[in-house]
């Protein structure tokens, strides 16, 4: 095939086991990660913050001075937060947006001149089922995947003359490391949400310690590549997570948000 793919966040989880997939498919791999560590990978990996433009444009600059193209960008880098809203410290909110919506944007603009050039290339968001509805203690979280989600539909038309492609891909939950990274607020003993909070840190951990394969997310990736017309929004998870959004377009919303309450006990 002899493709370019650039994948953000590649050391562990949904990342590495694409870039890994996608290897055995044929293609070139770059993956990228805040602080590559000296493991064996079978692909490149290049250290990248997606929070640093002068780090992005140094790595796309490498890979161009390689392989002259990128054809495909995977924006999969990102970083969890919990917590009450009003106990959550802002500036850890701003950090998350930093990371999954503003570093997804910089990625695209890095290499949409590139793929420009090439008038060819494709660009896969990696978002999240939890970007399509406010789920208690996971507001903020929910909130940068739903904001890269409706970017990338204004995006993708504005890049669609120039044969660019960019869609999403959400992903419900999935057996990864990914609440090992990411923030948690404290539960503080004397807080009004102490008791929920905890118990709902406890569900969340157990979601993810009992999710699914990351290897459906690289096949459902793959699949993508190889179609020449990809849809706007693809969700990957059980089938009640992807039910869940079916759902929420078609109950009144206090019906839904019951719905949610009881399913997190609240």
């Given at each position: 095939?002899?493709?370019v793919v650039l994948i953000t966040g590649a050391s562990s989880g949904i990342g590495k086991v694409t870039a890994e997939f996608l290897i055995q498919k044929g293609f070139k791999v770059y993956g990228t990660s805040r602080t590559p560590e000296k493991n064996d990978f079978s692909f490149d990996l290049i250290q990248l913050d997606v929070n640093s433009v002068e780090s992005i444009q140094k790595t796309i600059q490498l890979i161009l001075d390689k392989e002259g193209k990128i054809d495909i960008l995977i924006n999969n880098a990102g970083m969890g937060i919990t917590g009450p809203i009003e106990e959550t410290p802002t500036d850890k909110m701003r950090n998350v947006f930093e990371t999954n919506f503003f570093g997804a944007?910089?990625?695209?603009?890095?290499?949409?001149?590139?793929m420009r050039k090439?008038?060819?290339?494709l660009i896969i968001n990696v978002t999240s089922i939890a970007g399509y509805m406010g789920l208690p203690f996971r507001g903020i979280y929910c909130a940068t995947k739903g904001?890269?989600?409706?970017?990338t539909e204004a995006i993708r038309m504005e890049v669609k003359e120039f044969g660019i492609r960019i869609t999403?891909?959400?992903?419900?939950?999935?057996?990864?490391n990914i609440a090992a990274g990411r923030y948690h607020t404290p539960v503080f003993k004397d807080s009004a949400y102490a008791v929920i909070y905890q118990k709902n840190l406890d569900?969340?951990?157990?979601?993810?310690?009992?999710?699914?394969?990351?290897k459906e997310m690289a096949e459902q990736i793959y699949t993508i590549i190889q179609k020449s017309n990809p849809k706007i929004h693809y969700k990957v998870g059980s089938f009640?997570?992807?039910?869940?959004?079916?759902?929420?377009?078609?109950?009144?919303?206090?019906?839904?948000e019951k719905l949610i309450m009881k399913h997190y006990k609240l």
């Open positions: 095939m002899n493709k944007i910089e990625m695209m603009k890095a290499v949409l001149p590139q090439q008038r060819a290339g904001a890269l989600e409706i970017a999403n891909v959400a992903p419900g939950d999935f057996a990864t569900l969340m951990d157990a979601h993810v310690d009992n999710g699914r394969d990351p009640m997570q992807k039910f869940s959004i079916v759902l929420k377009r078609i109950l009144p919303d206090n019906v839904y």
